[in-house]
């Protein structure tokens, strides 16, 4: 899934949850899954910020940093 899907999800799911009846257990959930797409979502937005801050570094010709491959 990709980082703009994930966001898209997480918007669906405070939606749901904010909106009015949702059973406790589907509550429950939504939540558990927006922790887990916020987590992933959060390591892919870190390390498209590692890559950005690399090809800066190169661009400036300050120094290079290289990040450490998954």
Known sequence: MSY????ARLQDIVAELEG???P?????RLFEEGIEILRLAS???TT???RVELL???VEGVFETRAIDD
């Open 4 to 7: 703009e899907k994930r966001v």
């Open 20 to 22: 009015d009846g949702v």
């Open 43 to 45: 390591d892919e937005l």
């Open 24 to 28: 406790l257990d589907d509550a429950l």
């Open 56 to 58: 800066i570094e190169r």
């Open 48 to 50: 498209a910020e590692g």
